[in-house]
């Protein structure tokens, strides 16, 4: 191996005030790793927010908040707000910078995900066959699930990140229905 291999994932998570990015490169032993930037876009801005050696070293395993993204100036420390869910940009990189780097969408689905699991809590489930309505709320739900992980697939690993959010909007109101009180 001559050079480094850089790699960083974001796991999904349900923090919703989380946004958790790993490191996961494979290091060259005889080569420096110098001067190493985090840059982390957060969905609808176009600047990165920067992070660099001093608050990462190789192998980092980052918890960035509202706070640390720029997205909330006042209680840092003692409230933290939700992270919105959409694409992050992110690229990380070692010297040379413009050379050695790796870079990715994340298609954060964190609230998409709460409100799903909200609804199959509010589902009577018993280990049995389900009447009908339950059950057709079931294929509802998994349909629902298919269009979040074709979003991600489609942002993180095909490259399209305008169909990803499409699929992912349309997951979402397809939530909204199921979760509406006044729609039944």
């Given at each position: 191996?001559?050079?480094?291999?850089?790699?960083?994932?974001?796991?999904?998570?349900?923090?919703?005030?989380?946004?958790?990015?790993?490191?996961?490169?494979?290091?060259?032993?005889?080569?420096?790793?110098?001067?190493?930037?985090?840059?982390?876009?957060?969905?609808?801005?176009?600047?990165?927010?920067?992070?660099?050696?001093?608050?990462?070293?190789?192998?980092?395993?980052?918890?960035?908040?509202?706070?640390?993204?720029?997205?909330?100036?006042?209680?840092?420390?003692?409230?933290?707000?939700?992270?919105?869910?959409?694409?992050?940009?992110?690229?990380?990189?070692?010297?040379?910078?413009?050379?050695?780097?790796?870079?990715?969408?994340?298609?954060?689905?964190?609230?998409?995900?709460?409100?799903?699991?909200?609804?199959?809590?509010?589902l009577d489930i018993n280990a049995c066959d389900p009447p009908e309505r339950i059950?057709?709320?079931?294929?509802?739900?998994?349909?629902?699930?298919?269009?979040?992980?074709?979003?991600?697939?489609?942002?993180?690993?095909?490259?399209?990140?305008?169909?990803?959010?499409?699929?992912?909007?349309?997951?979402?109101?397809?939530?909204?229905?199921?979760?509406?009180?006044?729609?039944?």
């Amino acid at each position: 191996m001559a050079n480094h291999v850089l790699s960083i994932e974001a796991p999904d998570t349900m923090n919703g005030c989380i946004l958790r990015i790993v490191d996961t490169s494979v290091y060259n032993p005889t080569m420096p790793i110098k001067c190493m930037l985090l840059d982390v876009t957060v969905p609808g801005f176009n600047i990165p927010v920067q992070f660099t050696e001093a608050t990462i070293l190789p192998g980092f395993n980052l918890n960035l908040t509202a706070c640390d993204l720029a997205l909330q100036t006042a209680g840092c420390g003692s409230t933290y707000n939700d992270l919105p869910d959409g694409i992050y940009i992110l690229k990380y990189s070692v010297s040379p910078n413009a050379i050695v780097y790796a870079e990715y969408n994340h298609l954060r689905i964190t609230k998409a995900n709460k409100r799903y699991q909200g609804i199959l809590c509010d589902l009577d489930i018993n280990a049995c066959d389900p009447p009908e309505r339950i059950k057709n709320k079931l294929n509802q739900l998994q349909l629902i699930r298919m269009y979040l992980d074709a979003a991600k697939a489609k942002v993180e690993f095909c490259h399209e990140p305008e169909k990803g959010m499409e699929l992912y909007r349309y997951a979402v109101r397809l939530l909204a229905k199921m979760d509406c009180s006044t729609c039944r």
